[in-house]
């Protein structure tokens, strides 16, 4: 073990995680942004609005994300006239274009699934109630269906959350310097194959874990009115006690 | 239609490269999967800790760089330690089983949770009753508890193959002639990647819908013996 290596290579390794998680978050927002409408046209009922979107989505969970960002980033190249033509060829050229785009894709289909889940999920009582109060279209979704929704969409959502930030590896591939990519550049140049490695999965540990601390942190506190109230609670354990 | 200009054999070869190395790494997760529920269930507490450490760093670390870790950094590591005792030997790691180990080792802490929630749903009550009439934890084992765990691990374990499937591409950087790779290849020669790279998706896409056909029958045909109301 090169101890000394591992510490002169840690603030280029930061570099690389820093570009991880901003593509990770980038692609998130925007990819969420495209995921709630994208749920809800995948449920309504004109078959013109839900089949192109359960199209995309079974296409975008069916296939590996490696072959998107191939299709997108080299698949691209195919089409250069066209796309030259229609001043696009500047953005497909870019890697970290491409490599936002195909991310974006694949996030906004899951989690527009998901979305779907929940939302077919929100109690039909609330919605029942929301309607009698004269709530509809935009306002019922505004106010109730989607609030809900959100919620129980949660737990399954910082799965996806994770899911992307690993997935953002794959993108050293298409060169770019994420903290997989910078590991890889550091591991041709001076072999040290295993410390870096699995210093650089140690950094991603620390990411995920932190990721994952932070989304429980939310759920905790978006399940507030569930829970008991702690002088609530003092009484219960008081009266289990008493009963011992 | 898609004009593959007689590269579609490639193609075909890369499917079969990639279904086999699919079968071995879930046949790997399975067995994997099994050890660590044991370990995860065990009294002993090194056996619940290892298990956790296993399904803990496997989420957390990304696939590729775990692929990278065993194709590029195991070989290195043994290397470097026979060296250190006065031996110098090479070791090179034949991209298939590479390739196949690490895709069902990771896949395996995937499938420990899933045979974990299928342990947890055999009713409590079956096992003592097993046990009240004599039978060793063996038996209980193989008598009452698997035929009942993978019944309700299906639905989770055909998630896992599903996602497994697709995570097979990511061999295709070290160099084994799956799928991508081969729809790289011929893409590369006649300077189409587009209709290479898509012909490719098409095919996973087939897998992957042949797959969940699959799975429906399998629980259809495991839960036959079980009453609907």
């Known amino acids: 073990m090169d101890f000394e290596l591992i510490i002169r290579s840690l603030p280029k390794l930061f570099e690389g995680a820093i570009l991880t998680v901003e593509l990770t978050l980038l692609s998130l927002a925007i990819g969420l942004c495209f995921a709630v409408p994208l749920g809800i046209m995948y449920i309504a009922k004109n078959p013109l609005i839900w089949a192109p979107v359960r199209a995309y989505v079974f296409y975008f969970r069916g296939t590996p994300l490696l072959v998107q960002i191939f299709l997108i980033y080299y698949g691209s190249g195919q089409f250069r006239e066209p796309l030259e033509a229609a001043g696009l060829w500047v953005f497909f050229r870019e890697p970290y274009f491409c490599a936002v785009l195909s991310l974006t894709l694949n996030t906004a289909a899951y989690t527009a699934y998901i979305l779907r889940g929940a939302v077919r999920n929100v109690p039909f009582g609330e919605v029942e109630a929301a309607r009698a109060c004269g709530m509809s279209g935009v306002l019922l979704y505004r106010r109730i269906v989607l609030p809900k929704a959100f919620r129980l969409a949660l737990p399954a959502y910082s799965n996806e959350v994770v899911f992307l930030l690993q997935s953002t590896s794959l993108v050293s591939i298409i060169t770019l310097l994420d903290l997989t990519g910078i590991a890889r550049i550091i591991v041709a140049r001076s072999f040290a194959v295993y410390e870096i490695y699995i210093t650089a999965g140690i950094l991603y540990l620390i990411v995920t874990y932190g990721v994952l601390f932070a989304f429980r942190k939310v759920e905790h506190r978006l399940s507030g009115h569930l829970r008991e109230r702690p002088d609530e609670r003092e009484q219960v354990a008081a009266e289990a006690l008493a009963v011992r | ?229």
């Open chain 2, 1 to 229: 239609m898609l004009d593959l200009k007689g590269y579609g054999w490639m193609l075909w070869d890369g499917v079969q490269i990639t279904v086999a190395v699919a079968v071995c790494a879930m046949a790997l997760a399975l067995a994997l999967g099994l050890v660590g529920t044991t370990g995860k269930l065990a009294h002993s507490k090194v056996a619940r800790t290892a298990a956790d450490i296993y399904t803990t760093v496997i989420r957390g670390v990304p696939e590729l760089l775990l692929i990278l870790i065993v194709y590029y950094g195991v070989p290195t590591l043994i290397q470097d330690t026979a060296e250190k005792f006065g031996y110098d030997i090479i070791i090179d790691i034949n991209p298939f089983i590479a390739g196949s180990i690490t895709i069902g080792f990771i896949y395996g802490a995937f499938a420990t949770e899933v045979f974990r929630g299928a342990y947890l749903a055999v009713p409590r009550g079956q096992l003592e009753a097993a046990h009240a009439i004599g039978m060793s934890r063996l038996l209980v084992a193989r008598r009452v508890l698997l035929p009942q765990m993978w019944r309700f691990a299906l639905p989770g374990l055909g998630n896992v193959w599903i996602v497994l499937i697709k995570a097979t591409s990511l061999i295709s950087v070290i160099q084994l002639p799956e799928l991508l790779r081969n729809a790289d290849i011929a893409a590369r020669a006649v300077r189409l990647p587009f209709t290479f790279y898509f012909a490719a998706s098409l095919l996973y896409l087939a897998i992957t819908v042949v797959s969940m056909l699959g799975q429906q029958r399998l629980e259809a045909w495991a839960g036959r013996g079980i009453r609907r109301d």
